[in-house]
Every structure is written in C-alpha cells, then in structure tokens.
C-alpha cells in the first residue's frame, strides 16, 4: 500500500492540535479577550429641544453606529464639530449622509468626517450655496444629520464619546445657532 508522504499517526495529530490552539480564529489569545457584546448608551436618549446627541445605531459583532441626531432646531444650515474617545478600545471606520436631513430640495451638500489625531474625529455635514442666491436652512423637527460607523477594538467598561471644541451650528445667513450637545459612552464585553 503506497502511503502519502508527510506527518502521520500521533506526532499528526499533536501538530494539527497545536495549530487549532494557536489560530486566531480560535479565540485570540489571553492578552486580548473575544469581544462579544457591544453597546452604545447615549446620555441623553430623550433628547430635548435645541439638540444635537448622539444617539445608538446598529450593531453587528465589533461594529457600532453613532447617529448624530437634531431635534427642534430651526433654520439648520450646517454643522462642524468634533467626536472625541479613547482610540485604546474604539476605532473610526466610515461615516454615512444618505439619510442626512440636509439632502434634498435641489441644493447640494457637503459631508466629510477625517481623523485629525487618535481618538479625535472632525466632521462637517453641510448645506452648500449655489449662485442664485441664499439657500435656506432646515426647519429640524428631529433626524440624523450623520451616522459615523466605528469598530470595537479591546473590552471597555465605558468608553466616553464626546463632541469636542470646536463645534458650532450655522444658519443661512452665517450665523451660529445656540443647540445642546450630548454625547454617549461605548461599551464592550
């Protein structure tokens, strides 16, 4: 009887036990635990008048979205701001305007979220004027202006969100509008 060449019998079967323990598919390893649950709690999940917060999105494994929502805000033009947390346990992977309350009526817009340093992203999500004249604001009622998308990366017990400085609201006219601002917190098992 011709035999394959290569490993047989017990040394075999030590040598593929040893590779199952030692993939990464397998579970990681001690140092960096399987993260199984994520979650997103807003501080404010009954926002109030005047707001922009975050609020939780979905989920799916490591993945968490952030929607960036505004409620009763009149007169909404744009918004530059930026998101705080700590890159030790959360990274930013994608943001996403197609539900963004800004689109629509003929009038263009400009949305654009980039890293500027570990754990600090700044995001734009505005109105664009066109050369007919002044472009009117939205009267938000309440809707998402962004939803950021990012990935879980090690076990925290509460990773904080925040909006850091600076952060304004603008109205046609280029004013800035007075809002609340509220962030959340990640957590992840």
């Known amino acids: 009887m011709n035999r394959p060449k290569g490993l047989h019998g017990p040394l075999a079967a030590l040598v593929v036990s ?12 001690d140092d960096e635990p399987a993260i199984g649950e994520v979650a997103f709690t807003p501080l404010a999940p009954t926002p109030g008048s005047g707001s922009i917060t975050m609020q939780a999105g979905g989920t799916s494994g490591e993945v968490f979205q952030i929607r ?7 007169n909404f033009f744009g918004a530059s701001f930026h998101v705080t947390y700590n890159p030790a346990s959360a990274a930013f992977e994608s943001s996403s305007s197609s539900g963004s309350f800004l689109i629509g009526g003929g009038v263009g817009t400009s949305f654009n979220a980039a890293l500027v340093a570990p754990g600090d992203l700044a995001v734009v999500a505005t109105r664009l004027q066109n050369g007919a004249g002044t472009v009117p604001g939205v009267a938000v009622v309440e809707g998402d202006l962004v939803v950021l998308t990012f990935r879980a990366t090690a076990v925290t017990s509460g990773n904080v969100f925040g909006f850091g400085a600076p952060r304004e609201v603008d109205a046609p006219d280029g004013s800035r509008l007075t809002v609340l601002w509220s962030g959340g917190t990640l957590t992840a098992r």
């Not at 960036?68 to 009149?74: G, L, Q, R, S, Y």
């Open 18 to 29: 040893a590779g199952l323990l030692l993939s990464p598919a397998c579970g990681g390893s």
């Open 68 to 74: 960036v929502a505004v409620k009763d805000v009149a």
